[in-house]
């Protein structure tokens, strides 16, 4: 069984959790991008791109807790939820990024739709990338953080100290978190 220290040492640190994000984010939303291009040759793109963006989400959400920024284990329905609201922004970059180059191009190709496509959702993956590391995920370090203080300051008090002359510093840390 792992504990809060060894998960608080776990959890890597921006450049490494940006790396990460980028490899399953990234390898995700290339597998997406190809999937809603298949699927809306069935039904309209926006259905397509809502479909792909929902089964993509669950599995990049799972990948980022468990690997991205190291949470030791699966994702919480909390953390599905929250990273669902960053997903929808997403969502609706990708489809107003759609939406305005058929205003612009009457008949864009196939090309032209994956890099606009692609562009738009490598842009709103930066935005996912900061609010899962500093919301959906940042839970967890701070958890760990109030796991680890509480049991520091839950070590024996010397029979010499007295109640008075133990350091404040401990209990201010219980009453933060």
Known sequence: ????????????????????????????????SFAVAAAASWIPWVLAN?????????LATELHARFTFGAGGRATWRQHVQSA???????????????VLQQLVAAPGAVLE???YLTA????????FVVLRVVVFARNRSQTAATVGTVRAARPVPAAMTRASVPAEPATLCHAA
């Open 1 to 32: 069984m792992e504990t809060a220290q060894s998960r608080q040492q776990a959890a890597p640190g921006a450049f490494i959790a940006f790396a990460r994000f980028v490899f399953c984010g990234g390898g995700v939303g290339l597998a997406s």
């Open 114 to 116: 994956q890099v606009v």
């Open 85 to 99: 609201g960053s997903a929808a922004v997403a969502y609706a970059v990708t489809c107003a990024a759609m939406v």
């Open 121 to 128: 959702s490598a842009l709103a993956g930066v935005g996912r």
């Open 50 to 58: 809502a479909v792909v963006t929902v089964v993509s989400t669950l």
